[in-house]
């Protein structure tokens, strides 16, 4: 299981069963859960008094203890109760941030036993990642991960089967989504939404301001004036959204150059020869990896599939638990 900030993925022999939004709706007289996932996406920003709906993770750690359990349950329960996996003995490998604490491991691991898990195995979601890639984590070479989620940045250079250095960012895709609301509240006098931006985001969202013939056409965004309240209609291009999204952007440049000033020189020949792999949600923008490799001069893969590289990683390290001594 890939419990992240905007979307929780589970795999079961192999194959993604679940692929949901991390959010839960809730009776707020009863705190009975009224859906999740999708259903509960829907609901988001357009409740009334008797519903909330909540995201139970932030900055890819447990903001909600009772809700994360209630959305866990919700979509274990998607799941054919045919399916192995889920019988009473349900084990279960679930990928944390590198940069987690003692009490936040601790939480995602009281909130799957909670859920029904019976045995309940944690693993760093860069060391996941880099499963799910495809690398052989166990070999005497160093490889580097740089994954790029919801909640937070996780880099990592990993080399038999351990973590050699690691950055664990609270800086990912929440956080280009609210640099996006910010702009468009400064720059256009727009009030939008969180889900808004996050559509800015997927259709306009760029990690350079010059991405040639690539290049998306203009997004309309349609919203209420911030004074007036009267409804508005703004095209955004790339080149703007590039713009603002510049400081994050920077800051993940300058943790992925740190973790490798902490990288011993045979490791870092290594990475040189191997290039840097892109996962996670954020992995997606727009030439971001043109961008890193541009400013870090090792060239920068993005994963066949990064969405789902870290939940596949969890798949794999349930097949082979025995084998896998980095499993917590």
Do not use: W
């Not at 692929?19 to 999740?36: G, K, Q, W």
């Not at 640099?179 to 468009?184: G, T």
């Amino acid at each position: 299981m890939d419990l992240g900030t905007a979307n929780t993925i589970i795999i079961s022999d192999g194959k993604i069963v679940v692929d949901e939004p991390s959010v839960v709706a809730l009776d707020r007289r009863t705190d009975r859960m009224i859906a999740v996932g999708d259903k509960a996406k829907m609901m988001y920003e357009k409740t009334n008094a008797d519903i909330r709906t909540v995201r139970p993770l932030r900055d890819g750690v447990i903001a909600d203890f009772n809700a994360c359990e209630s959305m866990i349950r919700g979509l274990i329960k998607m799941v054919h109760t045919g399916s192995r996996l889920f019988s009473p003995s349900m084990r279960m490998v679930i990928g944390v941030p590198s940069g987690s604490t003692e009490v936040e491991l601790r939480a995602v691991r009281d909130s799957a036993e909670h859920a029904g898990g019976r045995e309940v195995y944690l693993i760093y979601e860069p060391m996941a990642a880099a499963i799910g890639v495809g690398l052989d984590v166990c070999a005497p070479e160093g490889n580097m991960i740089v994954d790029i989620g919801g909640g937070s940045t996780e880099i990592a250079v990993i080399s038999l089967g351990g973590i050699v250095a690691d950055k664990s960012l609270r800086i990912a895709g929440d956080e280009l989504t609210f640099d996006i609301q910010e702009y468009m509240s400064r720059q256009h006098n727009m009030k939008v939404s969180e889900r808004m931006a996050e559509r800015i985001k997927i259709h306009v969202g760029s990690a350079l301001t010059d991405l040639g013939d690539q290049g998306p056409e203009d997004y309309v965004v349609h919203g209420p004036n911030r004074i007036t309240a009267l409804p508005m209609e703004v095209p955004v291009c790339y080149q703007e959204i590039a713009h603002c999204l510049e400081k994050t952007i920077a800051k993940i440049e300058t943790a992925v150059l740190n973790a490798l000033e902490e990288t011993p020189p045979e490791l870092y020949a290594d990475i040189v020869q191997n290039g840097i792999y892109l996962t996670g949600g954020g992995a997606l923008l727009r030439g971001l990896d043109k961008r890193l490799q541009d400013k870090i001069n090792i060239p920068f893969h993005v994963a066949d599939d990064p969405l789902h590289s870290v939940a596949k990683g969890t798949g794999i390290a349930l097949k082979n638990i025995h084998n896998f001594s980095f499993l917590m």
